[in-house]
């Protein structure tokens, strides 16, 4: 679990307070890996404070994090410093949280990212890691995972060593993000709940995150109940709660099939679980519809046709990633799920989207 947490607005202030007795020496420097949507927002940036070697990277949110992109990183990092940093900061989406990490991780340990894609992979800590949420949704702040796409396969670095020391919740950063995104990513953490509360490894645990998470949603993106603010501050925490409550359980049927367009299309994980789960209800019927009506009163539309000109070759790559992905399918079905989950089956589900 994340061991250190601050919430609200305008909390970002504090955040040369808390690095500051983590600094090592006046060699190790904090490097702040940041969204390139803040380039020039002083708003943001004037609030980040670099001393002695410290090093601020803009890096962009346009595709998700790669294993080869966080090793670049790493080197990069390693080759411009005379120590080894005393913390990485990441200010951004799911998409930079995710590189945070990997970045961490990868700074105390041998070989390449590629190899630590499963579970329990890392063996050596990570070095002092921050997490600063832009948006809201994916959980990534929260969760003991970092998502890459490797040569292989998409899947992320599960670990212990994977979650943040520390997160600073500030709901006034999510301000700036764009309608749709809002709805992808906010609906991201409405299928984290989904497929928790209807898996098989549901428990107490991640039963009472979820419930919390899935009324939060659904005041948000149903009700609208309450102030814009008071709505990002809903939000943050239903991200939060979404990511704690697949902590202690998997995700499931949406996420499995999303990752294999992700990996195949580059397909970005919020508008791809929306594509997806519009097709689900056949495994969730209550949330999907929920979904829909949730998209109603947005007034969002979901892309069509996107696997219409593929052939059997790239299905296959799709279907191998999904297939691959065990524990999600066991989640959502149970540990028979290969009786009924078939290649035929899934074909015909991407064939719909
Ligand atoms: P993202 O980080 O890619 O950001 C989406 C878009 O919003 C980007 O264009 C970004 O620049 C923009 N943006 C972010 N904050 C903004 C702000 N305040 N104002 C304006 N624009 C802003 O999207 P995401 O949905 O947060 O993250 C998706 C990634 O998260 C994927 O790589 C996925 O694999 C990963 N993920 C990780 C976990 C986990 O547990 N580690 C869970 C779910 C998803
Ligand atoms: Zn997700």
Known sequence: MVSRVVFGRGSFNQLSDILSPKRLNVKAPFIYIVDDVFKGNAWLTSRISLAYADQLIFISADEEPKTSQVDELVEQIILSHKDRPSGIIGIGGGTILDLAKAVAIMLTNPGESKDYQGWDLVKTPAIYHVGVPTISGTGAEVSRTTVLTGPEKKLGINSDYTPFDQVILDPELTKGVPKDQWFYTGMDCYIHCVESLNGTYLNAFSQSYGEKAHDLCKEIFVDGDGTEEELQDKLMMASWHGGMSIAYSQVGVAHAMSY??????????????????????????????????????????????????LDDYEFDIMIDVAMGLEPLWENAIGKNWKKSITREKLKALYQKM
């Open 260 to 309: 294999g367009l992700g990996y195949l299309l580059g397909t970005k994980h919020g508008i791809g679980n929306c594509i997806v789960f519009d097709h689900l209800e056949e495994f969730y019927p209550e949330g999907v519809a929920l979904f829909k009506e949730m998209k109603k009163i947005h007034n969002i539309e979901i892309p069509q046709g996107i696997c219409s000109q």
